[in-house]
């Protein structure tokens, strides 16, 4: 029988020399009373801003509403300011300040010098403009340090003082345009300043504020050109777009000079100036290589009426001489 004895393990005896305490005595009527969860300290308040001013998440502000013992450990921080909400925050204030600064150059050069109050809100203007880019500079700053609640509040204040000081209350442009189109044809029929002169004297009795006008054609520009190969013929000895330009001005106008970029040539042209059918036009004539052709190696265009043969826009060459001429 020992063999199949096994060792009890040791139990714990009390010693009974050592003064143990009382069981408690709980009275009859007792009813447990149910626990009640813990609770941690009071949170902080968190407000929001979500006020319409901006389409991106706004800095969250967090006030204290108790007189002491805030945990800042479980304050929750601000959320950081994603690379596409970075892109698109520069590009909106960017976009904002071009804008600005456009408007405010037309304001500037239809402003009343001696109007004291519009000279007051230009400056203000200005002074907003010069805030705001370099407002735009140090948002991009604070997004490198990743001040992120910072750049958010920089941001905002730059885009809402430009809204504020916005030159929108100035006359900046006319409110209805009028327009005329002058073709080619009816410049070089005038063919003297006096003989333009009359024909802007009956657009401004008919009321017409803006004139577009055709400043080149088939590649021959009206005016002396230093970059356009030939002046046209047709208009060689004076400058029609220097006089529209000045006779525009004294009737209160609007001038546009209106071009045909990318056609080259024109047949129709061609027959006014005495010039073969298929002359490629003074500037594709020189550097035929600059042209587009179809699949036979055609410049000019199957059109039904006087046929156009046009410039490559994709050629780097084109886009630098266009570039020079406009």
């Known amino acids: ?42 949170e902080p308040f968190i407000e929001i801003d979500l006020t319409p001013e901006s389409s991106l998440p706004s800095p969250i502000l967090i006030s204290d509403r108790r007189s002491e013992g805030l945990n800042y450990r479980n ?11 970075a892109q698109t925050m520069r590009e909106e204030l960017f976009d904002l300040i071009v804008r600005f600064e456009s408007t405010l150059i037309a304001s500037l050069a239809h402003n009343d010098p001696t109007s004291k109050q519009n000279n007051l809100a230009l400056r203000q203007s200005q002074e907003a403009l010069n805030q705001a880019k370099l407002s735009l500079q140090k948002f991009q ?3 490198q340090q990743r001040q992120y609640d910072q750049a958010r509040r920089v941001w905002l204040k730059a885009r809402r003082s430009l809204w504020d000081n916005y030159p929108s209350d100035r006359s900046v442009a006319q ?16 063919r003297s300043e006096a003989e333009l002169a009359v024909l802007f004297d009956r657009m401004a009795e008919a009321g017409i504020n803006t004139v577009f006008m055709e400043t080149v054609n088939a ?34 106008m609007e ?15 061609n ?13 594709l004539s020189r550097n035929p290589d600059w042209g ?8 000019f265009d199957q059109g039904q009426q006087f046929k156009k043969a046009f410039l490559d826009p994709a050629n780097p060459k084109v886009q630098d001489y266009l570039l020079l001429l406009f």
């Not at 063999?3 to 009382?22: A, Y």
């Not at 021959?220 to 046209?232: D, G, K, L, R, T």
């Open 141 to 143: 700053g604070l997004l």
């Open 1 to 42: 029988m020992a063999e199949n004895s096994r060792e009890i393990p040791p139990c714990n005896i009390v010693d009974l020399n050592v003064p143990q305490q009382p069981f408690p005595i709980l009275p009859p009527n007792y009813i447990p009373q149910p626990e009640q969860p813990q609770t941690n300290p009071e």
């Open 175 to 190: 409110p209805e345009v009028r327009a005329m189109w002058l073709d080619r044809g009816s410049i070089v029929k005038t």
């Open 219 to 252: 590649s021959y520009p009206i005016y002396p050109s230093s970059v356009a190969p030939e002046q046209n013929p047709l208009t060689k000895g004076w400058d029609p777009l220097k006089v529209a330009i000045k006779l525009a001005h004294e009737r209160n």
């Open 75 to 85: 304050t929750p921080t601000v959320p950081s300011i994603s690379p596409q909400q």
């Open 292 to 299: 587009i052709t179809d699949k036979k190696g055609n410049y």
């Open 255 to 269: 001038l546009h000079a209106w071009v045909w970029v990318f056609a080259a040539a024109n047949q129709g042209h």
């Open 271 to 283: 027959q006014v100036l005495e010039q073969p059918e298929n002359y490629l036009g003074p500037v």
